[in-house]
């Protein structure tokens, strides 16, 4: 005890006087004290401003992802919204086949390759007409004219006539998708370009979360006829957002018209094809999580409707909440386009393989996580990959090529998926789909060296 004393003859110990002058200060800061009482100047009723700066700092980052847009671009994103919020028809296509027009499972099928190829064609198109007639005329001619074949459909009866309808409708709306990302090309600078889709990619996203709740509730009071008038109806006033509001916009070309690259076509852009072929492989496994995955959630994990509800809108949240600033900081931070890349097919795949590796519930949500943010870095970056190809020649084409990708995915993922599942078994798909995917990081490997000796040939 005598050594802990303070007193004239005892020698201190190291420390002391730092250490008493912060007890003094505790204890003063934990007595009453009057109104008129001086404060002492270590302690204060609000938090330090070295703490409040961290936190300000954050906000205004955060902020300041959704900041410098011209307001071209947040039309294009308003317009988006209320585009997929009304979308509602797609969403329940199968159950309105099945109970309101009694068609069996396999004409079903049918239909929605018939959906499939009109996307493909649409694409096509849409990106055609972009480079000739301009991409304000062909959005707002793809959203009149699909929002007059919704209010058609409705009243088309017979698998053969109503699959041809679905064809016609989904050349209509589709043709919108391409004429979309030159008008972003247009209104957003390149520095912006990346940012612009993921905020439109929000938009979309955050309005088809909304459009089947309200299409059930639809449905529920009014019968399926009323989702294709609301579906009409949204592309209609889609279609006036844009017609008012956006200016029209000579689409010009990079610096790399000057080196003759303006007119090159991209069915010749061998790079280009590969990356698209890359593009396609990435996505059929990415489908699995919108419908094959569900399915393993509940036949092998046991889980209801509502927690699988649950894990997939913990999906949407966290894209919604974080996307834009994940993708601003990749940009400050300067990381290469091919290490993004990379990075997110990597995710991908530890998102299949830990399904197999952990069989816990707990890990579902891992799982689901790595599939998230693979997405937030892997979509919005290969979407600046073919702007920047689109450089080289007619935007519109360029980006109908791109969207056609994601369109031969969605026809041959879904079904490839569950006939996997009924040929070999979850454990064996998910293995198949980590293997699929660790080729396409090798294949990202392979175009970054294409792209390296094409760079160093034009030198």
């Not at 990619?201 to 089947?212: K, M, V, Y």
């Not at 509730?217 to 006829?225: D, L, M, N, P, Q």
């Not at 593009?279 to 994990?301: A, D, E, K, N």
């Amino acid at each position: 005890m005598r050594a802990l004393v303070v007193g004239r003859n005892v020698r201190s110990w190291p420390g002391q006087r730092y250490i008493t002058s912060r007890l003094r200060t505790w204890h003063r800061s934990r007595t009453f004290t009057p109104a008129t009482a001086v404060v002492h100047p270590h302690v204060s009723a609000f938090p330090s401003p070295r703490h409040v700066a961290p936190l300000r700092k954050a906000f205004q980052f955060y902020i300041g992802s959704f900041s410098g847009f011209d307001r071209q671009i947040w039309l294009l994103t308003f317009a988006s919204f209320v585009n997929r919020a009304g979308t509602m028809v797609v969403p329940f296509l199968s159950l309105y086949l099945t109970k309101d027009m009694g068609l069996t499972l396999e004409q079903v099928g049918w239909i929605m390759s018939c959906f499939g190829a009109g996307s493909v064609v649409g694409s096509w198109l849409g990106g055609r007409l972009a480079d000739r007639m301009g991409f304000r005329t062909v959005m707002v001619g793809a959203l009149v004219t699909s929002g007059l074949a919704f209010i058609g459909l409705q009243y088309v009866k017979g698998f053969v006539p109503f699959g041809a309808g679905v064809f016609v409708l989904m050349v209509l709306s589709d043709a919108f998708r391409p004429a979309m990302f030159v008008a972003i090309r247009a209104y957003a600078r390149p520095d912006q370009r990346t940012r612009a889709v993921t905020l439109v990619r929000l938009a979309i996203n955050l309005g088809f979360s909304l459009g089947p709740a309200l299409g059930g509730f639809i449905i529920a009071h009014g019968g399926f006829s009323g989702l294709f008038w609301v579906d009409a109806i949204t592309c209609l006033g889609a279609a006036l957002i844009l017609w008012t509001g956006l200016p029209p916009v000579a689409i010009t070309t990079s610096t790399t018209a000057a080196n003759g690259l303006a007119h090159a076509s991209p069915y010749r852009d061998r790079p280009y094809l590969f990356f698209l072929l890359i593009v396609t492989l990435i996505s059929i496994p990415f489908l699995q999580y919108f419908s094959s995955v569900p399915l393993f959630y509940s036949q092998v994990h046991g889980l209801s409707e509502e927690y699988i509800g649950l894990i997939l809108g913990g999906n949407g949240l966290l894209i919604f909440l974080t996307e834009m600033q994940l993708v601003r900081w990749c940009e400050e931070r300067r990381l290469g386009l091919h290490t993004i890349l990379q990075a997110s097919v990597l995710l991908f795949a530890a998102s299949f393989a830990v399904l197999n590796l952990v069989p816990s519930v707990a890990f579902l949500w891992v799982g689901m996580l790595f599939m998230t943010v693979g997405e937030m870095l892997c979509f919005p970056f290969t979407n600046r990959m073919a702007n920047e190809r689109a450089d080289r020649g007619q935007p519109g084409s360029y980006m109908a090529l791109y969207t056609i990708s994601w369109s031969v995915a969605h026809i041959i993922g879904h079904s490839l998926g569950l006939n996997l599942i009924a040929w070999v078994g979850y454990v064996s798909t998910w293995w198949i789909f980590t293997a699929v995917l660790l080729v396409c990081v090798g294949m990202l490997f392979l175009m970054q060296r294409m792209l390296q000796r094409e760079a160093a040939a034009r030198t």
